[in-house]
């Protein structure tokens, strides 16, 4: 009888459960196939890291991430339990009986204390902590999954005290079979199906931060317009998602008080293909401001402990946007800059040639040539950043490095690529690829983040791959040993503070070279809040250095890291970024007098005053 | 005779009229010993001020097409009108400047005419056979000089700002002002236009000033302000802002120039205390004339100043209001 009616609710909760799953592995499998298996190897190291040891659940949320590691453990290791008792409950076979299970069950006593201890954490947490990534009102879902998982130990803890073939034994006994099957019905439409995805979906994620597909125009792709554009990762993405707001406290962008929220942006696209209608724009399953607020620094889509990657999904967005010409007015008139002009700012093109000839740079030979110094828009045009340009050529001379600059260069397209205007990107990128190949440089030198990721990185998409190296790097190799004298003129000392770029600290990992450099040349480092390879943004990223005057007062991200970098106390703000220095002199300059009195200065200027 | 076309909107006469006026003036002193006569036709309803106001240049006459049915523009009423006194007048060239109405009609017009028509000339030279208008092409990358071909008259407009209007010679005496009467078929007018559009405009319209003086961190503080502001009453300018002094709050929003605020593009531009971040620069970078007062020689608004005073601006500018003002 017992074993009729565990056959009955087994199948009743199984069926429940794969017709749940059916419903979203269909959504998954009718997405374009944008699954990618490229470096085998990263991707299997990350699976070890981050599914197996919970790296990447334990380093930001060190209490919270070892809760979920012991609850995650608990529950591989239980799998051999359950299956165990449902062969004997169905009548299939019984080894409750042998010495392999109790052995097993002995062992199993000290991962079940641990899966109520990482459980009672996180059910207090939830409950009354109630941090504010968790969002605004306590899941009664997730309290729910979390006793039942309290439930599961207590019950297998109980078979310690209860006699099997007792009534109390036997209620026991079915208390925690049901539970389990509830569980299992539960799990597909809860962000409890992160158990089943998160490892897959961890897989295929990029190795690399930020990857954003080429579009095809050959196949006349022009972004994420409607649902049907979802590609299958973003659609595993959106059914992964556990909701745990790493992405949302990380952002910069909820940080500084706007309305993106990334959590938002994967529970919508995952809302948008639940409601089944596939030609459905895109746009109003998003809002449009919340899209043009993204600075791309890649918090979330790095923070992310199941795999999700938020940028293809948001750069995605906003290129549906962009085809239909629906990009923010400001960004017009950059395009503007970059179709007539080549460059961001929209300046002519003699003031590169005007640096380039005061500069006394020559035209890059390989036969001459170590490095080939690519320039970028602020290197060739901004005249504050043309002096950390040539503070980094005074230094490269001095230890008699060779180099050159391109005759002509292009903006690398990263403002277009990051706000969807993909067209333009790949116009600007093909012709430097062929301006570079033509120049032929086996090592590129630049101070520019943005532009390391670009022609680093996303040019390999074009087949071009190219070495290209950030001053920070090159010159921490190149000056390894050198000693530092005190500063010239009235270049600062002491205390300094270092605002990590999101796209050399975060999407590069190039973290311990800059400050190795402060240190060496007779810095005291300050660190501020949201450092290293998480740094906070400065606000200028994915385009949104044109943007201020969209910003509502009180929301400007680069006053928020003004004032995180002004709480170090240090009297200097050492930047390595020509975007980040404009953001944040921007911020110092806006806050007056309560700014007080702090300097700037960039890396290669800093270490040039005191070689 | 060479026949400059004006454009008024309710009785305001558009400047750019003046400098279609001096590149009248100048065909018709190259046309020869005997310089050509310059008519100028203004056409509306109540034109009197416009026509008055014409009469100052140094022109042979103006004529008037005062009609109801030009009260508000529209192209088909133009056109009509303006083909009639074309060919009661019978000039060889017909002149306007480049504004948003004449594109709208010019093509119109010397369609109908079955005339050469060329827009957008930005000099005149002369010719073999009759001047020659230079034009830009491909978004400025190349020059192309026109002559246009057939019998006259020839329908050419000019870039707003191509010549000075205020060089336009004026006459010793008043022009004579007569009205030629046509004849418009109000039914043929397939356009109903709306009343005039007026966009809710900002306080204050920077891009449309000719000279700004604008004040950045430099200025210290708030009470220094009225020292910027007598620098601009004596250069009769408009008032800016750098972003930092609109944050603080002590100039409204609409004053600030910049990628955060309004593009500018005056004839001269002084930067008072303005480092030039390059939000800023971008934000007036097409002015004519840039001059910068900066206490630190580095300051990056020097690389684009045509001239800069390295100095303290509060002994600088109480001096420059005083050369100004003797």
């Not at chain 1, 565990?6 to 017709?19: C, E, H, N, P, T």
């Not at chain 1, 399953?285 to 899209?291: D, P």
């Not at chain 1, 002199?585 to 200027?605: E, I, W």
């Given at each position: 009888m017992s074993t009729l009616?565990?056959?009955?609710?087994?199948?009743?909760?199984?069926?429940?459960?794969?017709?749940?799953?059916?419903?979203?592995?269909?959504?998954?499998?009718?997405?374009?196939?944008?699954f990618s298996f490229d470096h085998i190897g990263l991707r299997a190291r990350r699976f070890l890291l981050d599914v197996i040891f919970q790296r990447q659940t334990i380093a930001e949320r060190p209490a919270a991430g070892l809760a979920h590691a012991l609850v995650f453990w608990g529950f591989v290791a239980f799998a051999g339990y359950t299956t165990t008792e449902f062969l004997d409950g169905l009548g299939i076979v019984d080894l409750t009986q042998t010495a392999w299970f109790a052995g097993y069950r002995l062992v199993l006593t000290g991962f079940a204390v641990a899966v109520l201890a990482g459980i009672g954490y996180l059910l207090v947490r939830r409950a009354f902590v109630r941090p504010v990534g968790l969002g605004t009102t306590v899941s009664a879902e997730s309290i729910a999954i979390g006793l039942f998982i309290a439930t599961l130990m207590v019950t297998f803890l109980l078979t310690y005290r209860l006699a099997d073939e007792s009534t109390a034994g036997r209620i026991n006994w079915w208390v925690h079979a049901i539970v389990i099957l509830a569980f299992l019905a539960l799990i597909p439409a809860s962000k409890h199906f992160h158990l089943l995805l998160s490892p897959i979906t961890i897989f295929l994620k990029s190795p690399t931060l930020g990857h954003v597909r080429n579009l095809d125009f050959e196949k006349e792709e022009v972004g994420l317009e409607t649902v049907k554009d979802l590609g299958s990762k973003m659609a595993l993405d959106a059914f992964t998602c556990v909701e745990c707001g790493r992405c949302q406290v990380n952002c910069p962008a909820w940080g500084a008080g706007k309305e993106l929220n990334p959590k938002t942006i994967i529970l919508?696209?995952?809302?948008?293909?639940?409601?089944?209608?596939?030609?459905?724009?895109?746009?109003?399953?998003?809002?449009?401001?919340?899209?043009?607020?993204?600075?791309?620094?890649?918090?979330?889509?790095?923070?992310?402990?199941?795999?999700?990657?938020?940028?293809?999904?948001?750069?995605?967005?906003?290129?549906?946007?962009?085809?239909?010409?629906?990009?923010?007015?400001?960004?017009?008139?950059?395009?503007?800059?970059?179709?007539?002009?080549?460059?961001?700012?929209?300046?002519?093109?003699?003031?590169?040639?005007?640096?380039?000839?005061?500069?006394?740079?020559?035209?890059?030979?390989?036969?001459?040539?170590?490095?080939?110094?690519?320039?970028?828009?602020?290197?060739?045009?901004?005249?504050?950043?043309?002096?950390?340009?040539?503070?980094?050529?005074?230094?490269?001379?001095?230890r008699g490095i060779r180099f050159g600059v391109l005759a002509k260069e292009r903006c690398t397209g990263d403002p277009a690529k990051r706000t969807g205007n993909e067209y333009m990107y790949q116009e600007l990128a093909t012709g430097n690829i062929a301006?570079?190949?033509?120049?032929?440089?086996?090592?590129?030198?630049?101070?520019?983040?943005?532009?390391?990721?670009?022609?680093?990185?996303?040019?390999?998409?074009?087949?071009?791959?190219?070495?290209?190296?950030?001053?920070?790097?090159?010159?921490?190799?190149?000056?390894?040993?050198?000693?530092?004298?005190?500063?010239?003129?009235?270049?600062?000392?002491?205390?300094?503070?270092?605002?990590?770029?999101?796209?050399?600290?975060?999407?590069?990992?190039?973290?311990?070279?800059?400050?190795?450099?402060?240190?060496?040349?007779?810095?005291?480092?300050?660190?501020?809040?949201?450092?290293?390879?998480?740094?906070?943004?400065?606000?200028?990223?994915?385009?949104?250095?044109?943007?201020?005057?969209?910003?509502?007062?009180?929301?400007?991200?680069?006053?928020?890291?003004?004032?995180?970098?002004?709480?170090?106390?240090?009297?200097?703000?050492?930047?390595?970024?020509?975007?980040?220095?404009?953001?944040?002199?921007?911020?110092?300059?806006?806050?007056?007098?309560?700014?007080?009195?702090?300097?700037?200065?960039?890396?290669?200027?800093?270490?040039?005053?005191?070689? | 005779m060479i026949l400059v076309i004006a454009e008024q909107r309710s009785g305001t006469l558009n400047r750019a009229t003046w400098e279609t006026v001096a590149a009248a003036q100048q065909l018709a002193a190259a046309s020869g010993p005997a310089a050509e006569a310059i008519a100028i036709v203004a056409l509306g309803s109540q034109i009197d001020g416009v026509a008055a106001e014409l009469a100052a240049a140094q022109v042979s006459e103006v004529v008037t097409i005062d009609d109801p049915a030009l009260a508000l523009y529209t192209p088909d009423g133009y056109t009509a009108a303006l083909q009639q006194v074309i060919a009661e007048l019978a000039p060889t060239l017909v002149l306007l400047p480049h504004t948003y109405q004449t594109r709208d009609f010019a093509p119109k017009l010397a369609a109908r005419l079955e005339r050469a028509l060329i827009t957008d000339a930005t000099a005149v030279k002369p010719g073999s056979s009759g001047p020659v208008f230079v034009r830009s092409m491909f978004q400025g990358k190349l020059t192309a000089d026109v002559a246009a071909h057939g019998p006259e008259p020839h329908v050419v407009t000019f870039q707003i700002g191509a010549f000075r209007g205020d060089q336009a010679g004026r006459g010793p005496a008043p022009a004579p002002i007569r009205a030629i009467h046509v004849t418009i078929d109000a039914a043929a007018i397939r356009q109903t236009p709306e009343a005039p559009f007026q966009e809710a405009k900002q306080s204050v319209d920077l891009s449309q000033a000719e000279r700004i003086v604008s004040v950045g961190r430099g200025i210290k503080g708030q009470e220094h302000l009225p020292l910027a502001r007598q620098l601009a009453d004596a250069l009769g300018a408009e008032l800016g802002a750098s972003r930092p002094i609109c944050d603080a709050g002590w100039l409204p929003m609409d004053r600030q120039v910049g990628s955060s605020g309004q593009t500018v593009a005056p004839k001269v531009y002084v930067a008072l205390g303005i480092s030039g971040a390059i939000q800023h620069l971008v934000g007036m970078k097409g002015s004519n004339v840039v001059v910068a007062i900066n206490k630190d020689p580095d300051a990056p608004i020097f690389e684009i100043a045509d001239y800069g005073i390295v100095g303290d601006l509060f002994e600088v500018v109480p001096a420059m209001i005083a050369a100004l003002k003797t």
């Open positions: 009616v565990l056959w009955l609710v087994l199948v009743l909760s199984i069926g429940v459960f794969a017709a749940q799953v059916a419903t979203r592995v269909r959504l998954i499998l009718a997405a374009p196939n944008t919508q696209t995952q809302a948008a293909l639940l409601a089944g209608d596939r030609e459905a724009r895109l746009a109003q399953a998003y809002t449009e401001k919340a899209l043009w607020q993204c600075t791309t620094c890649g918090a979330c889509e790095n923070q992310c402990p199941v795999g999700i990657e938020h940028l293809p999904i948001l750069i995605g967005a906003r290129r549906g946007l962009v085809s239909n010409g629906d990009a923010p007015e400001y960004l017009g008139a950059v395009y503007n800059h970059l179709e007539r002009r080549g460059n961001i700012w929209g300046l002519g093109y003699d003031q590169r040639q005007k640096f380039v000839e005061s500069a006394a740079l020559e035209t890059f030979d390989p036969a001459q040539h170590d490095v080939l110094v690519w320039l970028g828009c602020a290197g060739a045009f901004e005249a504050d950043y043309q002096k950390s340009m040539r503070s980094l050529f005074e230094i490269l001379r001095a301006d570079l190949k033509a120049a032929g440089p086996k090592k590129i030198l630049t101070s520019c983040p943005h532009c390391v990721k670009t022609i680093g990185d996303d040019y390999r998409q074009f087949g071009y791959d190219v070495e290209i190296v950030h001053s920070a790097v090159f010159v921490d190799e190149l000056l390894r040993g050198r000693p530092a004298k005190a500063a010239t003129g009235d270049a600062p000392g002491g205390s300094v503070t270092f605002h990590d770029p999101c796209y050399l600290g975060r999407y590069a990992g190039k973290v311990d070279e800059p400050r190795r450099l402060l240190t060496q040349f007779g810095g005291d480092i300050a660190e501020p809040e949201r450092n290293r390879e998480n740094p906070f943004c400065c606000g200028a990223g994915g385009g949104l250095l044109f943007a201020d005057k969209e910003e509502e007062p009180g929301t400007r991200i680069s006053d928020v890291r003004f004032k995180q970098l002004r709480e170090t106390g240090a009297g200097t703000v050492v930047t390595a970024c020509p975007f980040c220095s404009i953001m944040l002199k921007g911020a110092h300059a806006s806050a007056g007098a309560a700014g007080g009195d702090v300097q700037f200065v960039d890396l290669m200027t800093y270490v040039k005053d005191r070689l | -």
